[in-house]
């Protein structure tokens, strides 16, 4: 049996405070908002209790952010794309602010196990002065677990409306992709990070943003998989390739402690859950 999920999260500011309000339709729901950086800023914690998606499967989440608001969402485990027997397994989520919000998306990553047939499809909306921090990382089978990604594909999808578009797939099968030095040396890790802006960012912000990446990636043991690029007008992208998803994730994870305090003068906080 196929589930199809949704969850629709809206944020907005009530007495100062960025609250969320949320309906659901079947396993996926917000376990938990948190305050840790005190009213203005919610973080909450999505969870799909099935922990994983089989073909058939759909997970939609759509988020919208009112003016002002700042919301964070994350994950507290990785999602799972199993083997399928011939049917897509979706997840899609969109995001979209109003004039002056901020979010910031970060879930843990998505595993890819072998035979899966699967797309992870991510789409921002924003208004001008609206702002994202985001990133997506992917796993292609296990390797640590002798769990090779053998068979299957997987369909990504990265856009800002009408400014920025990432769009590709990789087979399983596809050997001059998967380990030819082109494409992704046998490397099994891909993730990206981004912030994105509903409205031309300033050359001094794109700038800074940019050197501050570069930075942290030149003495980074990822360093010749790695880079930070300006990607048009409204988008400045860190991609990463890894045999792992830790090292990867601890690269973006640095890069974002270091872009919230020089974009949105915010401390690095950490979400609880990471701590966990």
């Given amino acids: 049996m196929a589930w199809h999920a949704r969850l629709a999260l809206r944020l907005g500011m009530e007495a100062g405070r960025c609250t969320p309000r949320y309906e659901h339709d079947g396993p996926l729901r917000i376990l938990q ?22 073909g058939g499967d759909t997970l939609e989440v759509a ?7 700042h919301g964070l969402v994350t994950t507290p485990g990785a999602t799972r794309f199993y083997r399928s027997e011939g049917e897509v397994a979706i997840q899609r989520t969109s995001i979209a602010l109003e004039p002056g919000a901020r979010f910031e998306w970060l879930p843990l990553e998505a595993i890819c196990y072998s035979g899966c047939i699967a797309e992870n499809r991510l789409s921002l909306q924003l208004a001008p002065g609206a702002e994202v921090i985001g990133w ?27 400014a920025w578009l990432e769009r590709g797939r ?10 030819g030095p082109l494409g992704m040396a046998g490397h099994r890790c891909i993730a990206t990070l981004f912030y994105a802006c ?7 912000r794109r700038d800074l943003a940019l050197e501050l990446a570069r930075e942290l990636v030149a003495p980074h ?56």
């Fill in 221 to 276: 043991e990822l360093a010749q998989t790695a880079g930070a690029t300006a990607c048009g007008p409204q988008v400045v992208v860190v991609r990463v390739l890894a045999p792992l998803v830790e090292p990867a994730m601890a690269l973006l994870k640095a890069i974002r402690a270091a872009w919230r305090p020089a974009l949105w003068n915010l401390p690095p906080t950490l979400p609880r859950t990471w701590a966990l």
């Fill in 63 to 69: 988020i919208h952010g009112a003016a002002g608001t």
């Fill in 33 to 54: 908002t948190l305050y840790p950086e005190g009213d203005a800023i919610s973080h909450n914690v999505l969870v799909h209790p099935p922990s994983g998606l089989v």
């Fill in 136 to 162: 997506d990382i992917t796993a292609l089978g296990l390797p640590e677990a002798k769990q090779p990604f053998e068979r299957g594909s997987l369909l990504q999808h990265l856009e800002l409306k009408g």
């Fill in 198 to 204: 509903g409205s031309d960012i300033a050359r001094a």
């Fill in 170 to 179: 990789i087979r399983a099968d596809d050997a001059k992709l998967m380990d």
